[in-house]
């Protein structure tokens, strides 16, 4: 099946840093997704971007489907924005979901 | 994009027990999804539910443990039956919104605990 890497693993910011997470995957895609999970377990759609750039006020994406690639930038990270952070993609020919393994941000005061 | 309700948010079972979770959506959907969270990892599919079928269930997961219903195009339910620690995760529905730019969406997820 396809696979779905997501970089860093872990990442420490403090208030007011920018970042960028990357989600590389290995074949191509009909869907690519953003999620965002909560300390609570909810997981939260950001971003369905299986191409092109979007943005959503602090936080943008975008997916060179050529070259299968998506990056996600957080601006001005807020402690709200901690949690993990999932890149999924839907392969072509295939409806099912596949999750990278996430990056866990924790933002600090 | 498609609204889901899912219960219970959460709870702690005996082992040897089964727990039913549920998931209601706002619009009719062909196909739905449940995943399953164990502790620090990703998501991972169990089954998808269609209307008037039987689930289809992914490489290790089977009908006997995950029994799923799907009575009509907005409702299903997944049983975790005969619980033993090891089932302890979260466990989420999730539907596909055809025809738009939202791709898919989960319900707020069950938090099971199994002691």
């Known amino acids: 099946g396809i696979q779905v890497e997501q970089s860093p693993p872990d990442l420490i910011l403090q208030e007011g840093a920018n970042s960028t997470l990357r989600c590389n995957f290995s074949d191509s895609v009909n869907n690519l997704q953003w999620f965002h999970q909560n300390p609570w377990g909810q997981l939260i759609n950001l971003f369905y971007?299986?191409?092109g750039t979007k943005q959503n006020g602090r936080l943008s994406a975008t997916t060179v489907a050529t070259e299968r690639y998506s990056l996600l930038y957080i601006s001005s990270s807020q402690t709200t924005d901690s949690g993990v952070y999932f890149c999924a993609v839907e392969p072509k020919n295939d409806y099912k979901l596949s999750f990278g393994a996430g990056t866990t941000v924790t933002v600090r005061a | 994009s498609a609204v889901i309700s899912q219960k219970p948010s959460r709870d702690i079972c005996q082992r040897g027990t089964s727990l039913t979770i549920q998931c209601q959506v706002d619009?009719?959907?062909?196909?739905m999804f449940w995943y399953r969270q164990q502790p620090g990892q990703s998501l991972t599919l169990i089954a998808t539910?269609?209307?008037?079928?039987?689930?289809?269930?992914e490489s290790g997961f089977v009908i006997d443990k995950f029994p799923i219903s799907r009575p009509n195009l907005t409702f299903s339910t997944l049983t975790v039956s005969n619980m033993s620690p090891e089932d302890s995760s979260i466990y989420l529905c999730s539907v596909e919104v055809l025809g738009g730019y939202y791709g898919y969406t989960f319900g707020s997820g069950t938090r099971l605990t199994v002691v």
């Open positions: 539910a269609n209307q008037g079928s039987e689930a289809t269930y």
């Open positions: 971007i299986p191409s």
């Open positions: 619009s009719q959907v062909t196909m």
